[in-house]
């Protein structure tokens, strides 16, 4: 049986077709489950510490400086070698140490007890350590060293895997061929090149999840399938898919006898989490100090960058607010408690979506400091979009300038379509079309259900 899999920056989903119908797979209660997992941190195991050869010439050679050094220095009070070598001893033993917790984060061991979903953020901020991965189709397309690029391929695959096993025990079948959703450029560091890379490890993860036949096919045209099944007329139809990290568009000629037919893709690595990123900047940093102290800007852009292992760890472990003058040098030490860039991230997020419905949203930040909230307003978030519609409505007027006729209908989905600010920097494009609004959650995952049962 073969399934098909929308592994989304935000969401994931898994879905196929039985009988003539889309069956999606379960997560707990939902169609869907954020994109997240945590697992708690192996333990290194203190006692295991011995000298070996290398840590011996360390040793001596910390004892022959610090030997040096007093002698340099007469006025000091003079320590025995006993005392010298006790401290080298523990200098070695702290970057002994420290090597263990990096093996025991990076080891696949540690990833066995991943919890998945809203469950990872709840368990990572209940048990207050361990690690936290949000959103790793981000990191796909990014310069990643070896041993990253390997935890990466681990943590997909596992959620590949999750995903697998519940398919199999829904559908009572032993699930091991996928179609895969792609956008049609992945958030990148590298150009192509990232892109390349990113279907590298979606590959070795899903084998490595159990998956022995895997195809992709990009993620708008997924949907343009979904849409045709659910079309009874022909028409063109300009499919357009706005998730939290990729803005995806298709052009098909769908519905009736005939089988849809793909014309064109275009797609723009940017997203809800764009979205995020500017609020979080415009609204709550400033909170922070930012404008305000003369902490470099991107410190609270690392601060707001959740699902950058490496910058929540460069933030994180900054020793350097000290002196910021009140409120924020305290502030900004408590944003650097564990947990507290996630909260704050989700309080970002939830501001966003409130304020698709709303005037106004109001966060309490009490984890940074009691009594601290921040309001944020329509407008607020309409300037903090801005930058998102500017590059979404250029890709719309030249997808617009490339093709021959206007489409009648434009079919949206993903989850940012619910945004009305979207829908109508999409109307604006093509003021003609009929716009119709998909499920914005299952949009993709469906097409992609289609997919696979053809390419069984
Ligand atoms: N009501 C809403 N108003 C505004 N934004 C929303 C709303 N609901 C969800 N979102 C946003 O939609 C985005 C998630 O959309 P979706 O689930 O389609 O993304 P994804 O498929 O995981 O990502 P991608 O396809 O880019 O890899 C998030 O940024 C989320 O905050
Ligand atoms: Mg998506």
Redesign the pocket.
Known sequence: MKIGI?F?????AAAAVIDGEVRTVRFGQER?FR?TVYFPEAVPDLDKFELDDAMEAEVEALVRSARAEQSRNPGQARRSDLELRRDAVRAVRRQWLERQVREARASAASLQNAVYGEEAVEAYLIEGFGNLVQSP?SMLGYQLAPHVRQTIVGIAGYILEHIRLNASQQFGANVRAAVLGR?VQFRSSMGAAGGDQALEILREAAAGAGFDDVDFLE?PVAAALGHHAQSAQRHRALVV??????S?ITLAEVGGAQPPRVLGSWGIAR???D??LALSLSRFMPLFGKGATRVPAHHFVEAATVHDVIRQRDFQRRDAYRDVPDPFGPRLIALQDTGNTTRLSRAV?AA??EL??RERNRAALDYIETGLFQEVLAPDLAAAAEGFLGFLSELLGEVSAQIDAPPQVVFL????S??PYVRAAVQRCFPDAQLVAGD??LG?VSGLAFAALAGR
């Open positions: 929308d989304g920056t935000s969401y994931s869907q994109t189709k956008p993620e898919d706005i998730g939290g990290g990729t995806d997203g809800g989490v979205v995020d997020e966003k979506v698709s419905s989905t993903g989850g940012m619910r945004a914005p959650s993709v």
